[in-house]
């Protein structure tokens, strides 16, 4: 099922408002681990997959890449993405990230920011990626965590008063569809296990560098006490991988 929530005008406009959104990389609170996964872009050829608004486009551009080529399936999320480009080296398609056609050896380095967890087959686009890279090749990205997706509620456990006690975890086994709330809006995620995004990027041919949990920064925990929960369990996954 290839889903495209964001050009239903109502989520979308909730989604706007997100702190990512308008801040761009900076208020996206796992930026200051996956900036650090990321390799030299500087006369890199670059592929964005589920590229949004286009930060990680423009940032890949700012850090010198020879070109980048952003994909989305959201109509909206390229209609924003061009408004606020005005690179020529960047281009945009609207396409699934499932049906984009890779060449082989196209690329230098393939990212993507929180868009697998959207997509059936983790396995398949492995594939599709790796072929698409030149020998030594980075492949970086994002996901929510498989703490985070397994359980369909995705949320804390309360106490009567409103309290957050614990994090639970239940069915997180058992890979697969779940339909949860993002936005107050139902949408479906794929829940899969850590060590399937790590043993589908090896069967895949890929040679894993870095893996890291995501936690909040010292900025974070000043500007809002509150992100000291954030520490209590894992929102983002994060890996990077080689050719």
């Not at 551009?61 to 480009?85: F, H, L, P």
């Not at 106490?159 to 709330?181: F, S």
Request: aromatic share 14%; hydrophobic share 35%; proline share 4%.
């Amino acid at each position: 099922m290839k889903q495209n929530k964001y050009d239903n005008q109502n989520f979308f406009s909730k989604y706007e408002q997100m702190p990512r959104s308008v801040k761009g990389l900076g208020g996206a609170g796992e930026w200051h681990i996956l900036r650090d996964l990321l390799p030299d872009f500087k006369h890199k050829n670059v592929l964005d997959l589920g590229c949004g608004f286009g930060w990680h486009c423009r940032y890949a551009r700012e850090q010198q890449a020879s070109s980048v080529i952003g994909v989305d399936i959201s109509e909206n999320m390229i209609r924003k993405a061009c408004e606020i480009t005005s690179d020529p080296l960047i281009s945009y398609v609207k396409a699934p990230i499932e049906d984009f056609a890779f060449s082989e050896s196209q690329f230098d380095v393939v990212i993507s920011s929180l868009a697998f967890h959207y997509i059936e087959s983790f396995k398949s686009i492995c594939e599709k990626i790796y072929n698409s890279l030149r020998f030594g090749g980075s492949f970086v990205f994002s996901v929510e965590h498989p703490i985070f997706t397994a359980r369909r509620e995705q949320d804390w456990y309360y106490d009567e008063q409103g309290n957050r006690l614990h994090w639970p975890v239940d069915h997180y086994q058992k890979e697969g569809v779940r339909k949860a709330l993002f936005l107050n809006e139902k949408v479906i995620k794929y829940h899969r296990t850590i060590s399937t995004y790590m043993n589908d990027l090896i069967d895949a041919g890929f040679i894993i560098k870095t893996v890291k949990e995501s936690f909040p920064s010292d900025v974070m925990l000043k500007n809002d006490p509150k992100m000291e929960d954030e520490n209590r369990r894992p929102m983002f996954l994060m890996i990077s991988a080689s050719k």
